[in-house]
């Protein structure tokens, strides 16, 4: 096992993890090094059971609650991987497999302390996961940690995900421009450097545009389905009335200041190209946003959001 590479530190990650459900023991991290710039340059993951726990955390005089059960029995068995500048990938230097516990049955591994992401991702309420592991313990006291601190790793675990999401996107869409010069992207942060809007167009789009961009549908109406924020789709319609994707945009939410913000990175990919008519669904967010940018501009409400609000808003009795 030494000497196997690793592209990140997360699919070194994901490995283990899943070596350790087959095998049929938990996993948690253990030692995590960095360099003078404050990268990551070694990682290691070893078994729950792995060392004792200090004993000033059990004969604590002070102590209000009764110390959680003991889990760490002085386990062997560790994982570490270590960043190559030569090769640039994360290479195994220590891989133990040692253990002085026995392993989870196939009935018990669905159980195990460090998967329980897997039921949650199955659709389980972390409510239903939590009596699910008192049940295969015989007692909230035999879990070994407690109902807080499953949902605050869940919690964790999707926040991570997210972030690791943003990072693989923006890395792709900046791979893009490698294949496609004329591919644009741009993105804004929060003040905790988190990723909140993103607005990307490729080289046809933008070819599309200078020929057919005389009419423009500005649209947010879809929305993920797992982050449940707005998708911002510009279209418009080439001379055989086939519909032409001019760009995308993802938003944290829908106020106007979000959408002068896409509009902005619109036109900047556009060459300031503005178009003639511009169709909306009549959200006055949007409508600010390009009275503001586009005062010229002649800007109409689509005809279908008019006739399917009407229907909505009318009683059967006046139709």
């Known amino acids: 096992m030494v000497g196997v590479e690793f592209k990140s530190v997360e699919e070194a990650e994901s490995f283990y993890h899943i070596y350790s459900k087959i095998i049929g023991f938990s996993v948690r991290k253990n030692q995590c090094r960095k360099n003078q710039a404050g990268i990551v340059t070694t ?21 209000v609650r009764e110390p959680r059960s003991e889990i760490r029995i002085g386990s062997r068995a560790m994982f570490r991987v270590c960043y190559s500048k030569v090769i640039k990938l994360w290479v195994v230097k220590e891989f133990r497999a040692n253990h002085n516990h026995c392993m989870a049955t196939d009935m018990q591994k669905h159980f195990l302390r460090s998967h329980p992401k897997l039921l949650k991702k199955a659709g389980m309420k972390t409510s239903k996961i939590w009596n699910l592991f008192v049940h295969q313990n015989g007692g909230w006291d035999k879990v070994g940690y407690t109902k807080k601190d499953l949902y605050n790793s869940l919690a964790a675990g999707r926040r991570g995900v997210y972030d690791l999401d943003a990072n693989t996107t923006l890395t792709f869409l900046q791979s893009k421009l490698d294949i496609d010069p004329d591919f644009f992207y741009a993105y804004m942060v929060d003040e905790e450097s988190k990723l909140t809007h993103l607005f990307w167009a490729d080289g046809a789009s933008r070819f599309d545009y200078e020929l057919f ?28 009335g086939m519909t032409c994707v001019f760009g995308f945009a993802l938003i944290q939410n829908e106020t106007a200041e979000t959408y002068t913000w896409v509009l902005q990175k619109f036109l900047e990919c556009m060459k300031e190209k503005l178009p003639e008519t511009i169709f909306t669904d009549g959200c006055r967010s949007m409508n600010k946003a390009i009275k503001d940018l586009m005062p010229s501009v002649v800007h109409r409400t689509c005809l279908w959001h008019i006739l399917n609000n009407a229907i909505k808003q009318c009683t059967k009795k006046v139709l």
Request: aromatic share 10%; hydrophobic share 25%.
């Open 43 to 63: 990682r290691s993951w070893c078994c729950s059971n792995e060392g004792f726990r200090r004993t000033k955390y059990i004969k604590n005089p002070n102590r």
């Open 213 to 240: 961009g005389d009419s423009l549908v500005f649209d947010s109406t879809y929305k993920t389905n797992r982050c449940q924020i707005p998708l911002v789709v510009l279209v418009g319609s080439n001379n055989h």
